[in-house]
């Protein structure tokens, strides 16, 4: 075919074709999945759902037949998660000499050039891992690193000022350090609700299995990878979909009250043990990474002079509190809905790559 009248032909099927987009993730017992339909790329319906989770992270026979019922109503539908483990990684530059300073086995690995100046890694089993849990909706599309959502959501750095982007989950964070908009540093923090602690990669699929580290030798190929990888390899166009962004649309910038919450009764609201716990955890992992990035001579350890956090569960002001402490600067927090954001990089990978 004539490569106008192809062309053509494909922006018609554009303007006429619904295509579909879910993000889904686990968030304590719940599945969390938020649903998109494009038509002339214009999104044309959205929705959020929560179904529970079952025992070994399966899925209920709801979820199933939504997911059904959503297929039928779209010409095509992409599925987006994220890597929910601490099994991962991000090194600048694109080569692999820094994954051998740190002792890494390349043949166990999945690894991502960004924009040309940083890497993502992780696992191969990390991604045999999500595919697994969502294999009883025919698996995912696309797998992003948490650092991708940061990316595409962060505000512009100020020039020569050193930037902590901190997202903040329901069951998880992540603390990144950018200079001029060059990823510095990263670091993955997990918390399990049942033992209030750290979890390790592989308690998330709620099954015993052989530990495996980033590491250990692997006996699978990765030119053996099929959707797996290319989930994590479509995110080498980011930089050409990212210039399309308003960093700050889908954000709401809250100026929080430090006073204590009360309840309708004037009392204060006392926090419960759990989230105590957990945030007591979290701040020994935002302390424990910048004294990683300060004192590890890997980085480039500049002092940090500005703080956001992307905050997905409305549970940063504790977080604030502590960041404010340590820094003595104010940090602002930034309101993000971790699905649709997660929707939104599907959408701009699959246009970028005109897989309408």
Request: hydrophobic share 35%; glycine share 4%.
């Amino acid at each position: 075919m004539n490569l106008n009248i192809r062309k053509r032909v494909e922006q018609f099927l554009v303007t006429i074709l619904k295509i579909g987009h879910i993000s889904i993730y686990i968030e304590g017992s719940k599945f969390m999945v938020f649903t998109t339909i494009v038509q002339n790329r214009k999104i044309v319906h959205s929705e959020h759902r929560m179904f529970d989770v079952l025992g070994n992270n399966d899925s209920p026979k709801v979820m199933k037949d939504f997911f059904k019922s959503f297929y039928d109503r779209v010409k095509y539908a992409y599925v987006s998660t994220f890597i929910d483990s601490t099994n991962q990684g991000v090194v600048q530059g694109c080569t692999d000499t820094a994954l051998h300073e740190l002792g890494l086995d390349m043949n166990s690995l999945v690894k991502v050039c960004i924009k040309d100046r940083w890497m993502v890694y992780t696992n191969i089993y990390e991604i045999d891992r999500v595919q697994e849990r969502y294999k009883a909706i025919y698996g995912v599309d696309y797998i992003f690193p948490m650092e991708a959502i940061i990316e595409q959501k962060k505000p512009q750095d100020k020039e020569n000022q050193t930037t902590l982007y901190m997202m903040n989950n329901q069951n998880s964070a992540t603390l990144t350090i950018y200079k001029n908009n060059e990823l510095l540093y990263s670091s993955h923090f997990l918390f399990d609700d049942k033992d209030d602690s750290l979890i390790s990669p592989d308690d998330l699929d709620g099954s015993e299995k052989e530990e495996d580290p980033i590491d250990d030798d692997a006996d699978e190929d990765l030119d053996n990878l099929d959707m797996d990888e290319e989930g994590l390899d479509d995110l080498e166009d980011m930089d050409s979909s990212m210039d399309d962004i308003e960093d700050l649309d889908d954000f709401v910038v809250e100026e929080d009250d430090d006073s204590d919450i009360e309840n309708d009764d004037g009392s204060d609201e006392i926090q419960s043990e759990q989230d105590l716990k957990k945030e007591l955890l979290l701040f020994d992992f935002v302390d424990n990474s910048l004294r990683d990035y300060y004192k590890n001579p890997s980085y480039k350890s500049d002092f940090i002079t500005e703080a956001f956090i992307l905050d997905t569960c409305k549970c940063s002001v504790g977080l604030k509190k502590h960041i404010k402490e340590m820094f003595f600067l104010e940090p602002k927090i930034l309101s993000l809905d971790l699905g649709e954001s997660l929707c939104e990089l599907s959408r701009l990978e699959a246009e970028a790559n005109e897989q309408i």
